[in-house]
């Protein structure tokens, strides 16, 4: 059971899954850095911080354009990224404070997940976790065309909950997150601060 309070004019609750959900972005890096390293490119950690949220063709694109990497394509660095990625899904484990919110609050009011990560990953995470037990609404880079730090997937998140946005919640732990928040005009809780990731 959490102590968490849910303030009185919120009707719903978001979440983002990689680092707020699930303990998945140091399984996200090492694949990141793997994929990287076979095409002969560095992956900076502080980079890798820094685009959470962010879809993982764009997270390449924008690193391989700043090392000056065109040997390969940015589709093909993410597609082996997420080949790397999948073999990691059986180590992660649920962030137990959002884990208890959603447990506490499983059928008294809408919930819904809103991610920058394609289905083809969101699905094992949320399944490996055990979240799709509780939340049925999810929101995936193929279900908008701007992603975070734009407000669309959290915007859609409150469509399918039939909430306005200032009814809804979001809980975020990137910088690109708590943009795509203020920008939907949603209020937003940063879940770094009760838990830590070890990479």
């Not at 911080?49 to 694109?61: E, M, R």
């Not at 990560?117 to 509780?134: C, R, S, W």
């Not at 669309?152 to 946005?165: G, N, Q, S, V």
Request: charged residues 25%.
């Amino acid at each position: 059971m959490s102590t968490f309070q849910i303030p009185t004019h919120i009707k719903g609750f978001i979440f983002d899954i990689d680092g707020t959900l699930a303990d998945t972005m140091p399984a996200h890096y090492r694949a990141s850095n793997k994929a990287a390293q076979h095409y002969g490119f560095e992956f900076p950690l502080d980079y890798f911080i820094k685009s959470a949220g962010t879809p993982t063709v764009k997270v390449f694109q924008t690193l391989m354009e700043l090392q000056s990497v065109k040997s390969v394509s940015a589709e093909e660095v993410s597609a082996l990224k997420e080949t790397y990625y999948l073999e990691e899904v059986p180590s992660i484990l649920p962030i137990k404070y959002t884990m208890d919110i959603v447990k506490e609050f499983h059928g008294k009011i809408p919930m819904s997940m809103g991610t920058g990560g394609t289905l083809e990953i969101a699905l094992p995470n949320i399944k490996q976790i055990g979240v799709d037990a509780y939340i049925d609404i999810l929101v995936s880079a193929e279900d908008v065309k701007k992603h975070k730090p734009y407000p669309d997937t959290f915007l859609e998140c409150a469509k399918r909950m039939h909430l306005a946005p200032e009814q809804c919640l979001v809980f975020e732990d990137a910088i690109n997150g708590f943009k795509a928040a203020d920008a939907a005009r949603m209020e937003w809780i940063d879940v770094t601060e009760f838990y830590e990731t070890v990479y």
